[in-house]
């Protein structure tokens, strides 16, 4: 039985993923994307926005793209210069690209939207990996401070598999391909797994650059990072946000910083 397609014009995404459930915010210079929202404009204002594989390609043709994307609804398009817009979309669902049919003046093609696995009840193994989730992102707010408190109460609110995978795949800073590993499982339980590694991934990697910078600073002011550290830490008992990693190796300082601070 052949698949259920819909003609739709598509707008490649240079470095962005579009997620179900999500409103997306970016801009746009392409004449060719310019065109593929005008003619969405002037029909159901949906369309079908997918990731280019590589974002230094200007011009994309079907086999730059990857075969599963979202389709959209456009919600807003604000002029920001003479040739370039700014969209705001909200995904709609997962769909596969089955074969693009026109390239000028802008992309469209056949679409399928994907069916995704409905979750089940959360049975113990479920409610693990939600606590997993939740210990990893508190973990990762704490070395990415710049993340919005709508964002983190949405994340801990959330207690459906997929949709807390979307949500965070689609608002933490990640690549492209990181994205697209997580749009593409259509099973709730394994897109959170998969959200789980890269997160730890990203705690790892974080965790790393900030004892690098740590030890730079102290190269930088001429200091033992044992007392660097030891400073910094007295202000954290004072009340000031920093971030300072334990690093210390004498006995005297590995004594007052190993108490919990209070």
């Excluded at 974002?55 to 990857?66: M, N, R």
Aim: with cysteine; net charge negative.
């Amino acid at each position: 039985m052949e698949p259920i397609t819909m003609n739709i014009p598509v707008l490649a995404l240079r470095g962005l993923t579009a997620f179900p459930n999500e409103t997306l915010s970016f801009d746009v210079e392409r004449d060719i994307s310019i065109y593929a929202l005008d003619n969405a404009m002037e029909n159901d204002r949906r369309l079908f926005l997918v990731t280019q594989k590589e974002i230094s390609v200007a011009d994309p043709t079907e086999e730059d793209l990857y075969r599963v994307g979202t389709i959209c609804h456009i919600l807003q398009i604000i002029k920001t210069s003479e040739n370039s817009v700014r969209v705001i979309v909200e995904g709609e669902e997962r769909a596969r690209l089955h074969r693009m049919w026109q390239g000028k003046p802008f992309l469209q093609a056949n679409v399928e939207g994907l069916e995704e696995e409905v979750p089940g009840k959360i049975t113990p193994r479920v409610e693990a990996m939600l606590r997993r989730t939740y210990a990893l992102f508190g973990a990762y707010k704490e070395l990415a401070p710049q993340l919005s408190d709508d964002f983190i109460a949405a994340v801990l609110d959330c207690r459906d598999t997929g949709r807390l995978a979307d949500l965070i795949a689609q608002n933490i800073t990640l690549r492209h391909q990181d994205r697209q590993r997580v749009l593409e499982e259509l099973r709730p339980n394994r897109r959170l797994q998969i959200v789980n590694d890269i997160l730890t991934h990203e705690v790892d990697v974080l965790s790393l650059e900030m004892q690098m910078d740590f030890f730079q600073m102290a190269r930088c002011l001429y200091v033992p990072p044992e007392l660097l550290d030891f400073k910094l830490r007295i202000l954290q008992r004072q009340g000031i946000k920093i971030n300072a990693p334990y690093i210390a190796h004498g006995d005297f300082l590995k004594r007052d910083l190993g108490q919990p601070l209070n």
